[in-house]
């Protein structure tokens, strides 16, 4: 079974762990052990005092968790049927806006500011790697599992007015230990081998009876050393990797273009994944698994998770349409 999440850490990606040249970042470039960590970062340097901060409600629940470690409360937007936000629906007094390039979907960030024209604009690029820098912050990921597939890892881009606060900000932050380093080494050599096509059948079983608690404290950390190693020795090879995740996204594309059971297909400029609109998700998650290839019906508990932060069902109509029609396949491999 080839997994919907590229998850590895071949010897060469171990070697670059502890032996490879380091990455600098440039001046507001600021790294981090997640994405998220980018969020609660940029929201305390630019809201001290909290806020109201608007976040799609389609999504994962690490975003608006983060906004409330960072003192701010969510308030709850709708997506279009692109998976882009529904500007329409964004309050226009808000005081920060997340704007998620939900799977590379590029948000519309010159609108957004129209609609908000006050509201700090954090770019939520977690699936966007690739994407432009844009908005007051731009955050991105590197996990294992994202685009590109390294480990844990996020970086934070700040426009000049904000930097000064972050940089005071993230001099705070804890570094990874000698022990740290070594137990993210193992926890991603034990994950790769987990998700490996020959043991996937295990990690498929335990997933099942995983209940995720969708509230819990962000621990923040500046990057580890040996990810800033393997960061520095992928950027050569990104853009390659973006063109061939796109090839394989257009393929599939081109193979469902005649099932009756899907709707529509689109994928965002970087191609992380290529989303099916269907009568019956479930139906087609069984035809790729007869091929060997998992699907997932992404961000499914959405709704669930948000009402937890305050969500109010039937706020965002679409969303909670969305979230019983897309399958979200894997571009990473030729399938």
């Not at 502890?18 to 001046?27: A, E, L, S, T």
Request: net charge positive; hydrophobic share 40%; glycine share 6%.
């Amino acid at each position: 079974m080839i997994p919907r999440l590229d998850i590895q850490f071949p010897l060469k990606r171990q070697w670059q762990y502890w032996f490879g040249k380091q990455f600098k970042p440039q001046k507001g470039e600021y790294l981090l052990n997640h994405a998220r960590s980018g969020i609660v970062l940029a929201l305390r340097a630019s809201l001290p005092n909290g806020g109201r901060v608007g976040v799609v409600t389609y999504n994962c629940h690490t975003v608006a968790n983060a906004i409330v470690n960072a003192g701010c409360t969510p308030v709850f937007v709708d997506v279009t049927n692109e998976l882009k936000i529904d500007i329409a629906t964004i309050p226009a007094d808000l005081d920060a806006i997340v704007v998620t390039n939900l799977f590379g979907i590029r948000n519309e960030v010159a609108d957004i500011r129209k609609q908000c024209p006050k509201a700090i604009i954090i770019v939520d690029n977690a699936h966007g790697y690739g994407l432009p820098i844009e908005g007051d912050f731009t955050v991105y990921s590197i996990n294992q599992g994202k685009f590109p597939a390294l480990g844990e890892g996020g970086i934070l881009y700040a426009i000049e007015d904000w930097r000064l606060k972050i940089e005071e900000l993230y001099a705070q932050l804890s570094t990874y230990s000698k022990l740290a380093q070594m137990k993210l080494f193992v926890q991603m050599q034990l994950k790769a081998l987990l998700y490996s096509p020959c043991s996937y059948w295990l990690v498929r079983k335990i997933k099942k009876n995983i209940v995720i608690n969708p509230k819990q404290d962000v621990v923040m950390r500046q990057m580890a050393s040996g990810i800033r190693r393997m960061y520095h020795a992928a950027l050569p090879t990104i853009q390659k990797q973006i063109e061939t995740q796109c090839k394989n996204a257009k393929s599939i594309a081109e193979l469902l273009q005649f099932n009756k059971n899907v709707v529509e297909t689109f994928y965002g400029e970087n191609a992380f994944m290529i989303i099916a609109r269907c009568n019956n998700p479930k139906s087609l998650q069984i035809e790729f698994a007869q091929r060997g290839i998992e699907t997932a019906t992404h961000f499914v508990h959405a709704i669930d998770w948000a009402e937890t932060f305050g969500y109010k069902s039937g706020t965002c109509p679409m969303a909670e349409k969305l979230t019983k029609q897309l399958l979200m396949i894997p571009t990473y491999r030729k399938i």
